[in-house]
């Protein structure tokens, strides 16, 4: 595809339900990104992917928030057992390059919404 | 640890006017600092960067200065227009080398009327 592409768009959860985010990016990209947004915030970083290799998971909140990159490509973030708090917009992020935020796409970001 | 404070909005304008949206930031060294857009439905995208002092970015009319001494980076536009309505963030990367994690400001919302 031409950019980042994150799914789904909404994701409406029951408190308690695990849920799974997905992030395509762009196709050869090296880096990934995952970011959070919470209403009226600006994105938080939560983890970083160098390939398949997860370099960086210190911005993940707990040990519920879980996140692969198996191949490579396709990225998923998992989040066991939701809480309300979870709520927020997911935005994933990708560049060619690795270990900087040079020349980053984001995609428009899957918002979960936690009853 | 590093910090982004901008300017509260919404903010509302006619088109023409001129647009300030203030940025001050918490870092120690020389942070990169970056101004990002988001269009309504889109994703994040970078507007302008500066990456040491007394550089200036620019792009799209848009500019922002990095101000060492007052810890500034405000963006500004002469004249805006209807499709400059959008969300901006203020954002750094700590001077630390391979340090990627962008610290954004809470986003300044901007509506133009024409």
């Known amino acids: 595809g031409a950019g980042v592409s994150q799914s789904p768009r909404y994701k409406v959860a029951k408190r308690g339900q695990d849920v799974a985010l997905r992030c395509d990016p762009i196709s050869g990209h090296v880096s990934l990104f995952w970011y959070q947004q919470a209403l009226g915030q600006g994105p938080e970083f939560l983890t970083y992917?160098?390939?398949?290799?997860?370099?960086?998971k210190s911005g993940l909140p707990s040990d519920r928030f879980f996140a692969e990159r198996p191949e490579g490509s396709v990225s998923t973030l998992k989040i066991q057992r939701t809480q309300q708090e979870d709520s927020a917009v997911y935005l994933c992020?990708?560049?060619?390059?690795?270990?900087?935020?040079?020349?980053?796409?984001f995609g428009s970001g899957t918002q979960l919404s936690v009853l | 640890g590093d910090s982004v404070t901008q300017m509260e909005g919404p903010v509302t304008l006619s088109e023409e006017a001129f647009l300030t949206i203030n940025c001050t930031y918490t870092a120690t060294g020389y942070p990169s600092l970056f101004w990002y857009v988001q269009y309504p439905g889109e994703g994040l995208q970078l507007l302008l960067k500066?990456?040491?002092?007394?550089d200036k970015g620019s792009n799209k009319g848009f500019e922002a200065t990095y101000r060492k001494e007052t810890t500034s980076f405000h963006l500004e536009k002469g004249s805006v227009q209807v499709s400059d309505s959008a969300v901006y963030f203020c954002a750094l990367t700590p001077s630390r080398s391979n340090d990627y994690k962008l610290s954004f400001g809470a986003g300044t919302t901007v509506t133009v009327r024409a």
């Open positions: 992020a990708s560049s060619l390059l690795s270990a900087t935020n040079e020349k980053l796409f």
């Open positions: 500066a990456t040491k002092a007394d």
């Open positions: 992917f160098q390939n398949e290799a997860q370099l960086d």
